[in-house]
């Protein structure tokens, strides 16, 4: 940052390091003054934990129309196709793109692009860094960000809520201004003023006891945005990975889907391979028709996990293809080459999120968002994999293409916004509080709002995430900040969310399966699920 005014009064504040909130934050830095907070160090995203890859058409064989084709069909009729096309269209760019900012991808002996194959592609299509390609994204963008002289970089910076300009009682349209954000190290909550706000925050799988998520996922971007009164839409479709690994020290380590592009099978405990009974794709079929047949052959046959078999590749191609994946499962007890791996789905991706339009901005004016954190009309119902770091970057661009465009029109936020109060807010006496709710909340979400829900565990769950409001409200209000309880007001508000859009889609589409409603009605529910602060029957939290 060069000499001037303080990191807390910026241009653009972007909030979260993850591959959306970078790159905006390159493109917005050659504008004006940037800052970027972070919860805790800067590579703790989602994206340095994506495997996958990034899913473009750029093969000879391979088409935009093919790749649109895809998404729509795993999209299950909720795609808006116009975004679609806007994002599968600029595949060939993004990744050069990438590649201009340091990103390595595995290339072939000839020179091409070695390209893997995932869920619900109809060819090979995602460019990848051996089994860590987000750890490659994030690596040379944060080395871009760090030398950039126009970019504050702030770790250990958790946003607590959005500074609107409604929030500050001015007349007009609801307009970001900024956002109040609490320094952990010091304890204190600073006013973070801008003229452009970008939420990059990411998702919300902490919200379910089994996620392959980071511990940051706590949908803090969702759950601000919604009390800022920002549309969100599409919360009841969270995406279920199918395979994460069953072993209690694991915390859901991921087993990368193209793990079964490059020819893994899933097999029962018995050893049947059992796919080919629920989709002519076998075990490439899209993520919900897996993630919901394991859970099929769980239930029946009790079994705990159920396992995936890559030995037909042998040791050598293992470790080249997937270093770490391979590492990590020896260290656990379990040598890939030799035999199946047991597996089960987790929480993964979360396909609603913050509406925005194509220039990836909200419907609080100067508020942008990209990334998980959104619902764009990419991903519809399900998202197709290795979609969602090509969404990240295409809205990100678009977001800063017409941010930038109209920073000179913006004038400097007021100064008169309210310092955050704590009140006669006391330290936190008793951190049990927190983690007990933040364990009910996951609990219940994964029992009632999981892979296969109903009616009455949809009403159960609603009736839990109810009485928890109450008792986390008054939790947060008496007692001083904390990043604990930021994040499980948070967390309840996207679990009431997740269970509110779920009990309002009575039929069953995409990742969404009500055995209630187990058939998809479009007569009724060809639509997005809305979901406003100003809608709500009573106040809201
Ligand atoms: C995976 O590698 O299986 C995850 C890819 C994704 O979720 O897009």
Redesign the pocket.
């Known amino acids: 940052m060069p000499p001037g005014p303080h990191p807390r009064e910026v241009d653009f504040l972007v909030l979260g390091s993850g591959i959306a909130g970078l790159f905006f934050a390159l493109q917005a830095a050659e504008h004006g003054r940037v800052a970027v907070i972070t919860k805790k160090r800067a590579a703790d995203s989602a994206t340095n934990f994506?495997?996958?890859g990034v899913a473009a058409a750029v093969a000879g064989s391979d088409s935009v129309e093919a790749h649109l084709r895809d998404t729509l069909e795993a999209g299950a009729g909720l795609c808006r196709e116009e975004v679609v096309r806007f994002v599968v269209e600029r595949g060939a760019h993004t990744i050069e793109a990438l590649r201009k900012l340091g990103v390595e991808f595995d290339l072939e002996a000839g020179g091409g692009f070695a390209l893997g194959r995932?869920g619900g592609h109809s060819q090979r299509r995602v460019l990848h860094n051996r089994d860590a390609t987000g750890r490659e994204i994030e690596r040379a963008l944060l080395a871009r960000i760090r030398a950039h002289p126009n970019v504050a970089l702030l770790e250990n910076h958790y946003a607590v809520d959005l500074l609107t300009s409604a929030r500050a009682g001015q007349p007009g349209a609801n307009r970001a201004l900024g956002a109040y954000v609490l320094d952990s190290r010091r304890g204190a909550v600073h006013r973070f003023r801008a003229r452009i706000t970008f939420l990059a925050t990411g998702g919300a799988g902490k919200v379910y006891l089994y996620t392959s998520n980071p511990d940051i996922a706590s949908g803090d971007g969702i759950a601000m945005a919604y009390r800022a009164g920002a549309t969100l839409a599409n919360m009841e479709f969270f995406q279920f990975?199918p395979t994460c690994l069953y072993h209690p020290q694991a915390k859901s380590f991921?087993i990368?889907?193209?793990v079964r592009g490059e020819g893994g099978v899933l097999r029962s405990a018995l050893g049947e391979a059992f796919m080919a009974r629920y989709h002519p794709m076998a075990d490439l079929a899209p993520r919900d028709i897996v993630a919901r047949a394991i859970d099929t052959e769980l239930k029946q046959s009790g079994a705990d996990a159920v396992f995936l078999d890559i030995r037909a590749r042998g040791a050598d191609f293992l470790q080249q293809r997937f270093p770490n994946i391979y590492r990590r499962c020896l260290e656990l007890g379990f040598d890939m080459a030799r035999e199946p791996v047991p597996v089960v789905p987790a929480a993964?991706?979360c396909c609603g999120g913050v509406v925005t339009n194509l220039c990836g901005e909200t419907d609080i004016e100067n508020l942008f968002a990209a990334g998980e954190v959104t619902c764009s009309g990419l991903h519809g119902a399900n998202r197709l994999?290795?979609n969602?770091l090509l969404e990240g970057v295409v809205f990100a661009e678009a977001a800063a293409r017409e941010a930038c465009a109209r920073l000179p029109e913006l004038p400097p936020p007021p100064q008169n916004i309210e310092p955050w109060r704590d009140g006669d807010a006391e330290e936190p006496s008793e951190a049990v509080v927190i983690t007990q709710n933040w364990d009910e909340i996951r609990r219940f979400m994964w029992n009632y709002v999981g892979i296969v829900r109903s009616d009455k565990r949809l009403a159960r769950a609603r009736r839990r995430a109810l009485a928890l409001r109450g008792e986390i409200d008054e939790y947060y209000w008496n007692f001083r900040l904390a990043p604990g309880l930021i994040e499980l007001r948070n967390l309840a508000l996207v679990a009431r969310l997740t269970i509110e859009g779920a009990m309002q889609r009575r039929e069953s589409r995409g990742l969404h399966y009500n055995l209630d409603h187990p058939q998809r009605d479009d007569a009724n529910f060809c639509r997005d699920t809305l979901l406003r602060k100003s809608s709500e029957p009573r106040p809201g939290n």
């Open positions: 994506a495997q996958g995932e990975h991921l990368s889907e193209a993964h991706y994999a290795s969602s």
